[in-house]
């Protein structure tokens, strides 16, 4: 079984600041993409970041130059920093993790969620 835990989510003014972590843990052989997702009241689910295994990233638009994502891989953890938070960034972010598991499959698994706000 694998498990994704996130934390960091919170209420912050706009222009403010916030970290946002998921660990993984379980049972499998390796990560591949991570990502972080968000879902606003009555709108889909949509793309924030995402990271390779080696690095690279990706970003939605909307975000770009004002957040990051990182991964420690020892940790099996992913971090997206979030900076000049806007209201428009009120949401509940989701991680996401394609997991090799031990029978050699490729599988999404997603965490609970972390509901961030950013309001005066």
């Known amino acids: 079984q694998v498990q994704l835990v996130e934390s960091g989510g919170g209420l912050v003014q706009p222009g403010g600041s916030l970290r946002l972590s998921c660990a993984v843990s379980g049972n499998f052989v390796s990560i591949n993409v991570m990502g972080w997702y968000r879902q606003a009241p009555g709108k889909q689910r949509e793309l924030v970041a995402i990271?390779?295994?080696?690095?690279?990233?990706e970003y939605a638009d909307s975000v770009k130059g004002r957040f990051t994502i990182a991964r420690d891989n020892a940790k099996n953890t992913v971090y997206l920093q979030v900076n000049s938070l806007k209201p428009e960034d009120t949401a509940v972010y989701y991680c996401?993790?394609?997991?090799?598991?031990?029978?050699?499959?490729?599988?999404?698994?997603w965490g609970q969620g972390t509901q961030v706000t950013a309001s005066s």
């Open positions: 996401n993790a394609e997991v090799l598991t031990n029978r050699g499959m490729y599988l999404d698994y």
């Open positions: 990271i390779t295994s080696g690095g690279s990233a």
